[in-house]
């Protein structure tokens, strides 16, 4: 190789910054390629991908409105992740949360109180945090890897819920379909931006994330859960506590996966349905990767990744592109995020003349 | 006899009226085309629902040339995404918006109270405005059909049903199958198999082969994929097509296939627009008006068969015969529907209980 | 329940059992060089694509098969170009190939929607074939069902008893010491994790070739994620990973029976859930259980190598 490759001691500040945006024009380089090979206006296509839906309040009041759930389990997985504790079910936690929001949403249902609101968003905490103690349980006592239990646990979350909007919950005039009624205003999450969907949860979010953020760089217990991340040998030494950091991972990640379940059926959704997420648990890893297992990253990453969704039905709308090709962009754009973080972290140099420089 | 009118047929026929329509269409109008916007709640390769809504916007296509611009959206999540599909539709110049799935009731009653111009269509919900219509297709009289044909050719006497989730519609599906077996032969059960997905094809071929292993020699299905009647095929029973004619995948199994046939809706109802006698309606076709078809009957139905399940169809069709009527027992013997009596559309809308001779 | 319809039903949980067998086998080697790619998903259907696309335009299965094994491999080599030579994260990586596959499968098969194939022949030997109960058991399958048995013997032998193995494994371990002695720890997770898109993209062919024959969008319909909690059900051991595979499938069988018995009075989305549960149970005894042995992952997994210097 007439180049080299070595890791930075430090990671380029610069490039932090500077290596989303290469992989931005990598993106719509391919994009461009992509889109004229299918056929497609490819300008067209990329102004409605990735710029038309950011230029009318509106729009951004939809992308955050989309990027809410995103952020907020994001942030909260990141946590976990940076321990090292693997909770990919916050799918499944987000359905139980809606499932806890919705049961008392309907229980109290046409009770005007201004009490009602925050009971569902704490049932809904709650709910997430007890599936997601389900993993730790098993996880701190038995060691039963949380990747299997919090995965398989999604999928008899959802079932649950469906067993639900089947049965008990189904709206009694409803001619039998499966959804609750309607929720009454009590129920439903104050829109903040009028004649938008943009509702009193996605601020939550944001403070959320920045709370998050102090934890994790200014408090012991963020610290703790970087040596145990990092090196799970050393935090055993320092007496840190494993299993307590474990269950903290989990139930962080859980409660916050649930208030996220509670905010789209109080939220955009306003009833319980049989699928209250499109995939909301499982997109908000990338998200989390993306954005660094850092809140305020995570922030910006929750919402390019929500850009990219709402950018995929614009095109389809707007240049008729089929869904199938706005998913090959997307994964395209994320591979680009994902390649570009190499030279934050690595340096390339030429080989042949090596530099004697001091450092 | 095998003389039903094939999708196929409907279509060349709309298709050579299309080219004398649009050439006509292109003198006589010099407006802008109608923007037609349709959100599907699958992908249009999953050869089912979607698949079948697709077929009736190409059509639409086909008939009216560039009088029309369609515009789809696929596999949109039912909730915030389809509120948002549906907006943006509205939104970007679409006069007539066709939302194919009942996850998009209350998104798409959200979105019309703001855009009163726009006409919105919801298909198999039962909520309508002044600008959102309903429609729906009777499914279930060509179960009727399939029940008739099961009946006859069924040796055991049991039927194996792959259903996705317990919605009425799928429930009054089973039931109007039941019953007209039943009416062949008074011992004829079904077996009902939820795979809890509408399309997940390698659970629904577990299922029917579960439902083979227990001795069913008919196939029926009420979810989207080739899979149950594949299943059929290979392990020497016979079955029903479902949504499309399934024959390529089981050219001996296939006794018959229910088709849906959105085409002649959605061109009536773009024509509506443009000739500015769109109104909002809740409607519910069937075989009469060909919202709902048979396909050709396979090999495996004899010619007599084949002319009983004719004069079935033609009876639902005259109004003679009602996939409801009674005496109907329910699964624990109590009369449910008097002799004589016949459900109303409202109460087999809302369908939640099973026949006698149903097994769920 | 008699012994044929016994067999029929055991019949129909190997077939169940099958694409998850190949996709956790060869995410399991994967992992044991400590690499996690969670686009098993992306890499099923890619194979499902290419083998039914192949097989349809050729006439030959065996050319098909051969094909969905490379469209596998294809798509693992963008998650190892990506994780090993860019040191991308891996968790996101796998994801983002999985979003990828998806959209790539729909589009390259958009042309196959709705097109027969003919199914894979079964084995069928003359005499044998037809002994009760033992003879559809044992010769009443096709070539990928034997394949991915022999896959199951032949990888636990690779492990535990070949140099390569060991080397495989130790990269898994600790990457810095296998560097350190002087092995490529980016060549031998290059060759795991082509081998992971080669199994997956097998488990996607007999997906649109055996088990359903034919090709629709999004087909595999979350095996690729069962199959990745395989993986960690079997605590990283072959031999567990097919019964993990044959547990889940069974489960599924089962409780598709219950329902066609009737009269359990159980909502069926209950009965759903019974697959999902009865994994984690069987996991928490084993590892609650005396014979517990090593339940860990192999100790580099999901993390980026770069040599140093």
Known sequence: ?359 | MKSTATRRDFVLGSAAAAGALSLAGRHAFAADPLKVGFVYVGPVGDYGWTHGHDLGRKAMVTHFGDKVKTTFVESVTEGPDAERVIRQLASSGHGLVFATSFGFMNPTLRVAKQFPKVKFEHATGYQTSPNVSVYNARFHEGRVVCGTIAGRVSKSGVAGYIGSFPIPEVVMGINAFALAARKIRPDFKVKVVWANSWYDPGKEADGAKALVDQGVDIMCQHTDSPAPLQVAETRGIHGFGQASDMKPFAPNAQLTAILDVWDGYYIQRAQDIMDGTWKSHSIWWGLEEGMVKMAPYGPAVPEAVAREADAVREAIIAGTRHPFTGPIKDQKGALRVADGETLSEKEIAAMDWYVEGVEA | MNPESAVLVMLTVMSAATPLLFAALGELVTEKAGVLNLGVEGMMLAGAVSGFAVTVTSGSATLGILCAALGGAAMALAFGVLTLTLAANQVATGLALTIFGVGLSALAGSGFVGMPVMPLPKLAVPGLSDIPVFGPLVFGHDALVYLALLATGGIGWFLAHTRAGLILRAVGESHESAHAIGYSVIRVRYLAVLFGGTMSGLGGAFMSLSYTPMWAEEMTAGRGWIALALVVFASWRPGRVLLGAYLFGGVTILQLHAQGVGGLGIPSQVLSMLPYLATIAVLTIIAAGPWRGRLDAPACLGQAFRPPK
Request: proline share 5%.
């Open chain 1, 1 to 359: 190789m007439p180049f080299k490759i070595e890791a930075r001691r430090e990671m380029s500040r610069r490039l932090l910054f500077a290596s989303p945006l290469l992989a931005l024009v990598l993106t719509v380089l391919t994009g461009f390629v992509l889109f004229a090979a299918m056929g497609h206006d490819p300008v067209a296509a990329l102004y409605h991908f990735g710029i038309a839906p950011l230029l009318s309040l509106y729009g951004l009041s939809e992308l955050m409105v989309k990027a809410a759930p995103l952020i907020l389990i994001g942030v909260g997985l990141a946590v976990g992740f940076r321990a090292n504790v693997w909770n990919i079910g916050a799918e499944g936690q987000l359905t139980l949360g809606a499932v806890a929001a919705g049961g008392v949403g309907l229980m109290f249902w046409g009770e005007e109180g201004f009490w009602v609101l925050p009971l569902m968003c704490g049932a809904a905490v709650a709910a997430g945090m007890a599936y997601a103690a389900i993993p730790a349980f098993l996880k701190t006592r038995f060691e039963v890897n949380e990747i299997l239990t919090s995965l398989m646990l999604t999928y008899v979350g959802t079932l649950f819920l469906s067993a639900l909007v089947y049965g008990p919950l189904k709206d009694p005039a409803g001619f039998n379909f499966p959804q609750s009624r309607m929720f009454t205003d009590s129920a439903l999450l104050p829109i903040v931006l009028e004649g938008t969907r943009l509702h009193a949860g996605t601020v939550v979010v944001i403070l959320v994330a920045a709370a998050a953020w102090v934890l994790m760089s200014f408090t012991i217990v963020g610290f703790q859960i970087r040596v145990l991340g990092q090196a799970p040998a050393a935090a055993r030494y320092a007496g840190f506590h494993r299993k307590r950091l474990i269950w903290l991972c989990l139930l962080l990640s859980g409660g916050l996966a649930g208030l996220a379940g509670a905010f789209e059926v109080a939220g955009p959704i306003g009833q319980l349905i049989p699928v209250i997420t499109p995939g909301y648990g499982f997109t908000a890893i990338i998200v989390a990767f993306l954005g660094r297992l850092h809140p305020l990253g995570i922030v910006l990453s929750g919402l390019l990744i929500a850009l990219s969704y709402i950018g995929g039905e614009n095109a389809q709308v707007e240049v008729g592109l089929p869904q199938a090709v706005t998913g090959v962009f997307q994964g395209l754009l994320l591979f680009f995020l994902l390649g570009s973080d190499f030279l934050v972290r690595y340096r390339v140099r030429m080989r042949a003349r090596p530099i004697m420089r001091p450092t």
